[in-house]
Each structure stands twice: as structure tokens, then as C-alpha cells.
């Protein structure tokens, strides 16, 4: 083993999760590599610094007491439940907003795809010079509108929804054929 | 409630697990959440988040690694999409202006501030993914090859982000912190 192969490989040898090849192998370039020995001992030194600085800077922190009041509180089921209609509801995501913004869109253009497909399968029905009788269709569909402000994350003030109708009165053909 | 029952109770999604996951892990989460994010207000909001995920996924839990670990691989992730998003926002001077006065009279955030001023500072000059191995290594006190699981990326992109990591916090801090003095390690010993 040379040095490079060694502070390749010199977390692991701190670790002690060398495999038994390669830790032999590492021992013995340690006793031949003064660098290599003053290169872990800085390695030790620096871990040792970091890690203490690490603690010492957030020992004195504790999660602050309202953590425990708000978690039980907004508890999965009681989350669902509240999630939609009512004021202050936060998204855990703004995946998750993103998601319930495009069912939203998703289901308006399924409604105007379904309107599309229904007048194409029934030619006769938009040709009223040959039609005897007439239909209407009417789609109705929830539109949900939110009102977003950026506060800490992402948040929904109020969700309202509003039905949105399409009618359309077509001409039927008693034999859409002729 | 050990950990085995908490355990139990988080795969069942016990609403009541929630308590005894902020007892038994909420400090060390919110710590972390500290050092990986540097505010503590976010920090806040990243562990309870952390905890109400753990419970809605508690039946993912499939015990490969202790619950402290799943839970700080949520947390890993939650932060994650926390800089994303924080990249995304464009600061209004004013609001930035009337939010630094209560948060300079929180006590828990002025304690950040003048005990680790300069660790919080040289933290996050650092990028997220260096950020991530130097807390996972020397605050979770992890091995190699647990950090890679951890992060989903390769021993030796753990091995090559943390050597420029340390050299970049050697760098600032040494003269600060006394970082090359020698000194015994608080390394193992959490775990």
C-alpha cells in the first residue's frame, strides 16, 4: 500500500471497518510512513475538534415545548379530516399542493375531452337539418380555487370550490346514418 | 415505551406514538435539523414534519436500521427540499427587515449565534451535500459506508465530499476553534 491507497482509505481505518487484507496492509505502511502516521493523527485531531465543536454548539438546544403540543394535535387522521375547507390548512409539500392543483385541471380537461368524444360518436347529433328530436347535456364539475400566501412554507389560506357548468342543447337523429 | 414497542406503535401509525417519538428522538432530531439548515425556526418546522411523516409511512418501516436512522433519513430528505424551495424564494427586503427583530430576542436563537457563531457561519458557507457528510460523520458519527446508505450515493463520493469538506472547515475554523489541536473525540460516543 502506498500513501495515496492509504488516505484513500483512512476514514475507514479510523472507522476500524477495514477488511482484514487491506487493515494488515494499512498497519504496515503506518509503520513504515511517518507522513502517513502524522496524516492520521491530524485526521484524529480535526474529528475530534469538529465532532466536540458540534455538541457543544447544540447541546443547549431543545425542541421548544408548542412542538409537543402541535404534533399530537395535528395527528394523520385529524389531518385528513381538516385538510380541505377550512381556513389555515398547510400542505406538508408543495408536491402535494402541486398535486391537488393539477386533479384540479386534470378534471376539467376530462370534462371537456369527454364532451369532445360524446359529439363524436354521435354524428347525427350536430347536423339539426336531419334531426327530429332534440337533447341537452350537461356537465357540472367542482373548480377548486385557493388562495396561497408565502409564509413559513407554503400556505393554503382558504380553499373554495365552485361548480362549473357546461350545457350545450344538440340535435338528435333518428337514424344518424341517413 | 422502548423501543421496540415504539416501533410497533409507529408501524401501526398510533397516533399516540407521536409523543414518545418527540421524547425519545425529537432533541437529537432538532439538532441536527440545527446543524443541517441553520435556523432554528426551520429546524422546528423540519422535525415536526419529520415526526408526522415517520407516522403516515410508519408501515414502510421495514427495521433495517435503527428508528433514529429512518427518522433522520426523513429529516435528510425534508431539508432537502427545504434549500430546493429556498432557492425558489425571492426575499422582500422589507419582511426580512421586520422578521430579524423577533428572532434576534428568541433566547434559543441568540444561544445558536454567540456559542456557534462561527460553526453555523462556516456550516453554511459549505454546499448541502458537503454540509450533510460533515454532520452525518462527526454529530450522527457514522462510518463510510452507513453515510453512503444514508445518502444513496457511493463510499467514495461520501470519502471525497468529506475531504474537501474538512479541508474547507479546517480552513475557516482552525484559527477559531483550535481545529488542528489535538484532543480527545466525542466520536462514538452517541452510539
Not at chain 1, 395527528?75 to 389555515?88: H, I, L, Q
Not at chain 2, 425529537?26 to 426551520?42: K, N, Q, V, Y
Request: hydrophobic share 40%; aromatic share 8%; glycine share 6%.
Amino acid at each position: 500500500m502506498n500513501c495515496g491507497s492509504f488516505r484513500n482509505h483512512v476514514f475507514e481505518y479510523l472507522d476500524g471497518s477495514l477488511t482484514g487484507r487491506l487493515q494488515t496492509a494499512a498497519e504496515e505502511h503506518l509503520d513504515a510512513c511517518a507522513a502517513c502516521r502524522e496524516f492520521v493523527a491530524e485526521q484524529r485531531s480535526i474529528a475530534g475538534s469538529l465532532s466536540r465543536t458540534f455538541y457543544d454548539a447544540t447541546e443547549s438546544l431543545h425542541l421548544p415545548p408548542q412542538t409537543w403540543e402541535q404534533v399530537p394535535a395535528a395527528s394523520p387522521g385529524e389531518r385528513r379530516s381538516s385538510a380541505v375547507g377550512t381556513k389555515g390548512v398547510r400542505f406538508p409539500s408543495r408536491r402535494l399542493a402541486w398535486s391537488v392543483g393539477l386533479f384540479g385541471s386534470a378534471a376539467v380537461l376530462m370534462a371537456g375531452v369527454l364532451f369532445v368524444v360524446v359529439k363524436a360518436h354521435w354524428p347525427g347529433l350536430i347536423h339539426p337539418e336531419t334531426a327530429q328530436t332534440s337533447m341537452s347535456i350537461q356537465l357540472s364539475y367542482p373548480v377548486p380555487a385557493y388562495k396561497f400566501h408565502a409564509g413559513e412554507g407554503f400556505v393554503v389560506d382558504s380553499v373554495s370550490y365552485q361548480t362549473a357548468v357546461i350545457c350545450q342543447t344538440v340535435a338528435i337523429s333518428r337514424n344518424p346514418r341517413q | 415505551m422502548d423501543e421496540k414497542q415504539l416501533i410497533q406503535a409507529v408501524r401501526k401509525q398510533d397516533p399516540n406514538a407521536l409523543q414518545d417519538l418527540v421524547l425519545c428522538h425529537g432533541d437529537r432530531l432538532f439538532r441536527s435539523a440545527c446543524l443541517l439548515c441553520g435556523d432554528p425556526d426551520e429546524a422546528q418546522d423540519l422535525v415536526h414534519n419529520t415526526l408526522l411523516q415517520a407516522l403516515r409511512s410508519g408501515h414502510r418501516f421495514e427495521g433495517h436500521s435503527s428508528l433514529y436512522t429512518w427518522l433522520h433519513a426523513i429529516l435528510l430528505n425534508l431539508t432537502r427540499h427545504y434549500h430546493r424551495d429556498r432557492k425558489r424564494i425571492i426575499y422582500d427586503e422589507e419582511l426580512t427587515v421586520q422578521r430579524a427583530i423577533p428572532v434576534e430576542q428568541d433566547p434559543t436563537v441568540l444561544d445558536v449565534k454567540l456559542t456557534s457563531g462561527a460553526l453555523m457561519e462556516a456550516l453554511q458557507r459549505l454546499s448541502a451535500p458537503h454540509r450533510e457528510v460533515l454532520v452525518l460523520r462527526f454529530y450522527e458519527n457514522m462510518k463510510i459506508d452507513e453515510i453512503a446508505g444514508q445518502l444513496g450515493v457511493s463510499s467514495g463520493t461520501v470519502k471525497s465530499r468529506l475531504h474537501y469538506a474538512i479541508a474547507q472547515m479546517h480552513s475557516w475554523l482552525a484559527p477559531e476553534l483550535n481545529l488542528s489541536a489535538t484532543s480527545g473525540t466525542h466520536e462514538r460516543g452517541r452510539r
